[in-house]
Nanobody
Framework: QVQLAESGGGLVQPGGSLRLSCAAS????????MGWYRQAPGKQRELVATIATGDSTNYADSVKGRFTISRDSAKNTVYLQMNSLKPEDTAVYYC???????????????WGQGTQVTVSS
């Protein structure tokens, strides 16, 4: 069993910053890609950013230049630094990770429970 626990969400004014964290725990042999997604009310879940084991990153166009994804492999943790936040960034943010418990096991994608980010004055 693998658990992903997000933290760091909250209420922030437009132009402000937040840092989200997501720690993986449980039966972990290795982690491949880790990522952040978000879902606003009435909309589909969308990709925000991903980071691979070689630290190559991918961002949605809407967050490029404002958000930065990073990871600490020793802590099985992924971060999302969000700067210059806009009201349209308001959503529940979910982390996910492709994890296997040994090199003989298949990769499985796990999701966190989500953390609310609200950008409002």
């Amino acid at each position: 069993q693998v658990q992903l626990a997000e933290s760091g969400g909250g209420l922030v004014q437009p132009g402000g910053s937040l840092r989200l964290s997501c720690a993986a725990s449980g039966s972990i042999g290795s982690i491949n890609v880790m990522g952040w997604y978000r879902q606003a009310p009435g909309k589909q879940r969308e990709l925000v950013a991903t980071i691979a084991t070689g630290d190559s990153t991918n961002y949605a166009d809407s967050v490029k230049g404002r958000f930065t994804i990073s990871r600490d492999s020793a802590k099985n943790t992924v971060y999302l630094q969000m700067n210059s936040l806009k009201p349209e960034d308001t959503a529940v943010y979910y982390c996910n990770a492709a994890i296997r418990d040994s090199r003989f096991s298949p990769w499985r994608v796990s999701w966190g429970q989500g953390t609310q980010v609200t950008v409002s004055s």
